[in-house]
């Protein structure tokens, strides 16, 4: 049972090159969730979807696309990267969307830098 | 908004040391709260939760207690373990529609033998 995967693990772009980090999950969860962790900022929200088909944005959305592909897999998508979006980068995983009852399930990450 | 404020690391302890890490939060109405852990190289994990004043979470000998009167959610462990090194983020969930994760900024933990 692999929970949240994540690839790839480490990418370096070029400003203004384009990238899709992809994320699946073989937990049969509805909600799904992509975030980026940077040095004394924790860890904020880009996109989510709460079930198949939707999704919205998060807390810090600007420059990124995402894509609920099916149940298991939803993609980020950098059209044009830019150096302050060098990141790590988290895919997660949730049952329902009310974490009382529903906690996260993460994936490894992807460190990503852009030059 | 919420908000989670962490005690600021790093926390460099001996092992079998008693650990407290500070957290304190900003919400309205009743969130719940999470302690996560994040191992060297991996994603984050649940550790422990409280979905209201004065639960107690607990797990792998961590404990948090839900205070409404101070708004804090502060972990602890009586006996800490070198593999207990790792990030910890204190995060709270809010409620009446409002249910995404609001993380601190993450308290890293190296415990030397």
């Known amino acids: 049972n692999a929970g949240v995967t994540q690839t790839p693990k480490f990418q370096v772009l070029k400003t203004g090159q384009s990238m899709t980090l992809q994320c699946a999950q073989d937990?049969?969860?509805?909600?799904m969730y992509w975030y980026r962790q940077d040095p004394g900022m924790g860890l904020r929200l880009i996109y989510y979807?709460?079930?198949?088909?939707?999704?919205d944005k998060g807390e810090v959305p600007n420059g990124y696309n995402v894509s609920r592909l099916n149940k298991r897999e939803f993609s980020l998508r950098l059209e044009s990267a830019a150096p302050s979006q060098t990141s790590v980068y988290f895919c997660?995983?949730?049952?329902?969307?009310?974490?009382?009852?529903?906690?996260?399930?993460f994936g490894n990450g992807t460190r990503l830098t852009v030059t | 908004g919420d908000s989670v404020t962490q005690m600021e690391g790093p926390v460099t302890l001996s092992e079998e040391a008693f650990l407290t890490i500070n957290c304190t939060y900003t919400?309205?109405?009743?969130?719940?709260l999470f302690w996560y852990v994040q191992y060297p190289g991996e994603g984050l994990q649940l550790l422990l939760k409280?979905?209201?004043?004065?639960d107690k979470g607990s797990n792998k000998g961590f404990e948090a207690t839900y205070r409404k009167e101070t708004t804090s959610f502060h972990l602890e462990k009586g006996s800490v373990q070198v593999s207990d090194s790792a990030v910890y983020f204190c995060?709270?969930?809010?409620?009446?529609?409002?249910?995404?994760?609001?993380f601190g900024t993450g308290t890293r933990l190296t415990i030397i033998p």
């Open positions: 997660a995983s949730s049952e329902g969307t009310g974490h009382h009852n529903s906690p996260l399930h």
């Open positions: 937990m049969n969860h509805n909600s």
């Open positions: 979807s709460a079930s198949e088909g939707t999704t």
């Open positions: 919400a309205t109405g009743y969130p719940s």
């Open positions: 409280a979905t209201k004043a004065d």
């Open positions: 995060a709270l969930s809010g409620n009446f529609g409002n249910e995404k994760l609001t």
